[in-house]
């Protein structure tokens, strides 16, 4: 027997995909420039000047990402980064889309166009300076504290269509602090439940085929509740306030497997819910919409009436492109929250069926990622971003398509707002390092002393 033979495990030479995911990208930025090209003739019967700037900056955007993922990340998921580009590239094309209607304001697909690039530097700047993600653990009640600073700094800013959600920096703009704060309280919570998951998983009582935590371990509950009300309270946010205590659930089950935890989370929001939107006025008017959609408001139909009737004329596969009347919602709400409502109408069912698809995915992706994850952390990250991830799809698709209250969020990469689709980058980028951690081969074992010696008793 030689030598060679004496090494028992190897490494697994995994192929990285990403040729794959490079092939992938391609589609990802042809298939919006193709329907740039078909607003372009639908609205104006040409090709749109800007189809060629429009097809090489996000052709150059995705090339770049491609490289760096390529470099920094090689065994990461490769179709996280193809479904967030092609996402991104639809949102871009329907907000141009919409500001060719004159009575939708402003142009906000440039602006949109600058926050998305911003949105890959940041995705850039993750890859490359979070070398592995398990050093975020180092800052767990760091993140508690900037995520909770986040969340209350909205409050010292003046409401801006009944909410308070956005801070004004001079020279920026606006900024929705929640966004971030979903992924830092996300690191956060990964910390906490990590050390903490075995005392609320096994300290436990059963009562009713339900396992009862105990009194104290009731505590960082009973305070994520209490914060989500304050949020709603006070901001008449009810979205980030969902996400908030959603995304907290959605990890202590994962944590603890414990299902009492889902009990405990639906009735105490279910409880928080009633009471606030008995109290507060801005909810309470949405939810009015959500129970009468087609009571007339101030002598006219509601906007969830308006974006049902999108949906309803654009039937099975849409009027097409640039052919939508989306633009009869009230304000620029085809542009943010109800931008889902102006791709039911003119790509039908079957387009906004294909749209939820590639979230979904998405989702999946995120969710194996945890799955593969070698490390408690990083599985509870990796759930955590993927779950609030689609608990924020799921609340405004909810929202807009009318089986629950709208909240006010915005659809990731796709509705106009500048902090959503940089930080939905930048969560991006998170899974991408945790699933290049999960992926990447196992090294190769160091050559043991014991082995060598057997090997040379054989020989003899």
């Known amino acids: 027997m030689s030598a060679s033979n004496t090494t028992t495990i190897t490494s697994i030479g995994a192929p990285n995909r990403r040729n794959t995911e490079l092939a992938l990208l391609v589609f990802a930025v042809a298939i919006p420039v193709f329907a740039y090209a078909n607003v372009g003739l639908a609205k104006n019967g040409s090709v749109p000047a800007g189809l060629l700037g429009y097809g090489v900056g996000l052709g150059l955007l995705a090339t770049v990402t491609h490289l760096l993922v390529r470099k920094f990340a090689p065994y990461a998921d490769p179709l996280m980064l193809p479904i967030a580009t092609l996402l991104n590239g639809l949102g871009l094309v329907l907000i141009w889309r919409l500001d060719q209607e004159p009575s939708l304001g402003a142009a906000m697909a440039p602006k949109q166009l600058m926050w998305s690039t911003f949105g890959v530097v940041l995705f850039v700047a993750v890859l490359v300076f979070i070398k592995d993600h398990r050093i975020l653990q180092r800052y767990t009640y760091i993140s508690m504290v900037l995520a909770l600073v986040l969340l209350v700094l909205p409050v010292f800013f003046p409401p801006v269509y009944g909410a308070r959600i956005w801070i004004t920096l001079p020279g920026i703009g606006s900024l929705q602090p929640g966004e971030f704060a979903k992924i830092i309280i996300t690191v956060f919570f990964a910390g906490y439940l990590m050390v903490k998951r075995d005392a609320l998983a096994l300290a436990s009582r059963r009562v009713m085929g339900l396992y009862l935590p105990r009194g104290r371990d009731l505590g960082p509950i009973l305070v994520i509740w209490a914060v989500s009300l304050l949020i709603l309270v006070f901001e008449t946010d009810l979205g980030t306030s969902l ?7 959605i990890m202590l089950y994962v944590a603890t497997e414990r299902t009492s935890w889902i009990v405990f989370g639906l009735l105490l929001s279910s409880a928080g819910a009633v009471a606030v939107a008995s109290s507060e006025r801005h909810v309470k008017v949405r939810v009015q919409d959500w ?5 007339l408001q101030n002598d006219a139909v509601t906007e969830t009436a308006q974006a049902r009737y999108a949906f309803g004329s654009g039937g099975l596969f849409g009027s097409g492109l640039g052919q939508g009347y989306s633009r009869l919602i009230h304000g620029i709400a085809p542009k943010s929250d109800y931008i889902l409502a102006t791709v039911g109408e003119e790509l039908g069912l079957a387009g906004l069926m294909a749209v939820l698809l590639l979230y979904g995915l998405l989702i999946e992706r995120g969710i194996r990622t945890a799955l593969a994850a070698r490390d408690p952390f990083g599985k509870l990250l990796a759930i955590g971003l ?3 991830f689609a608990l924020q799809v799921f609340v405004v698709a909810g929202g807009v398509t009318g089986l629950i209250p709208l909240t006010g969020m915005t659809m990731p990469f796709m509705a106009q707002g500048g902090s959503s689709v940089i ?9 991408l390092r945790i699933s290049d951690t999960a992926r990447r081969p196992a090294p190769s074992p160091a050559p043991s002393p014991d082995a060598e010696a057997t090997q040379v008793v054989r020989n003899q």
């Open 243 to 249: 996400l908030f205590f959603g995304l907290f659930v």
């Open 291 to 295: 129970l009468h959609p087609l009571a």
């Open 386 to 388: 993927s779950g609030g």
């Open 423 to 431: 930080a939905n980058w930048a969560l991006v980028a998170i899974l």
